[in-house]
């Protein structure tokens, strides 16, 4: 009768490193994942009308205890999975468990829209969400300022609205990615090539869609046309009493 040896129980410093790794990815998809689906959903509004984005502005700043919500299950995950990239992106390193197979390019791009989306985002919360600590700009207050910063030119280039564009773009790609490199690590996924491929293909969509409707409202934003699709005003409502 032949046996075979048991597996090892993994080392300590590998069990750390795997709750490193569990850590790190579910900080960045979740968090990621969820802002940028709610700001796609909130600026898609304004091709309805200035009044369609001011009420669901209005709609989302009446939510309960909102700034300790958006500190807990966003801004605080995004620190910590930026502080772990960071880590990883000036050591060259990798987590304790294989990585997920993505090509030498892809691995490069996902470390490198990472950390311009580290940048992007430094300046746009502090531009828009923490402009006033305490008192976040209204509904009217936020279009009126996202008009005047994306439609502004410096020697004949909208430098802001680019930047828009490319930070959009690459946080939308950077999630798209993440989410298929932790399917990847799944069982569904290990042995099946063809699973990888859908996903990837799935995610890839997901990820376009949203970054197109991101890149009409920016640039709806910057110059009062926009790159597909018509404006469709929405009804006001009945007049108040």
């Known amino acids: 009768m032949i046996t075979t040896p048991p597996v090892p129980a993994p080392l300590p410093e590998d ?8 850590v790190f990815s579910l900080t960045g998809i979740v968090p990621l994942g969820a ?20 009420g669901t502005v ?36 990798n987590l304790a468990s294989p990585p997920a197979p993505y090509p030498p390019a892809v691995r490069m791009a996902v470390r490198l829209t990472g ?8 300046m746009h919360l502090t531009e828009l969400r923490f402009r ?11 279009a009126t300022r996202l008009d005047a910063d994306l439609s502004s030119v ?10 828009y564009l490319v930070g959009s773009a ?39 869609a949203m970054w197109l409707t991101l890149a009409n409202v920016i640039v709806f934003r910057a110059t009062g ?6 404006m469709r005003e929405e009804a006001p409502g009945p007049p108040c009493p």
Do not use: M
């Not at 290990?190 to 996903?199: K, P, V």
């Open 15 to 22: 069990r750390g490193a795997r709750l490193v790794e569990r």
């Open 35 to 54: 802002f940028l689906l709610l700001h796609t959903a909130i600026n898609a509004r304004a091709l309805h009308g200035d009044a369609a984005f001011v």
């Open 58 to 93: 209005r709609a989302l700043q009446q939510v309960p205890a909102l700034p300790l919500v958006e500190a807990a299950f966003v801004y605080a995950p995004l620190a910590v999975h930026g502080a772990i990239g960071a880590w990883l992106v000036a050591t060259g390193r």
């Open 115 to 122: 950390v311009v989306v580290v940048a992007f985002l430094a």
């Open 132 to 142: 006033a600590p305490g008192h976040p700009l209204a509904g009217g207050e936020l």
């Open 154 to 163: 410096s020697w004949g280039v909208p430098w802001r609205g680019l930047a």
């Open 170 to 208: 690459c946080a939308t790609f950077h999630l798209a990615a993440g989410f298929w490199g932790a399917f990847a690590k799944s069982e569904r996924a290990r042995d099946s090539a063809r699973n990888r491929r859908w996903a990837a293909l799935a995610l890839a969509a997901v990820g376009a």
């Open 225 to 230: 046309g926009q790159l597909f699709g018509e």
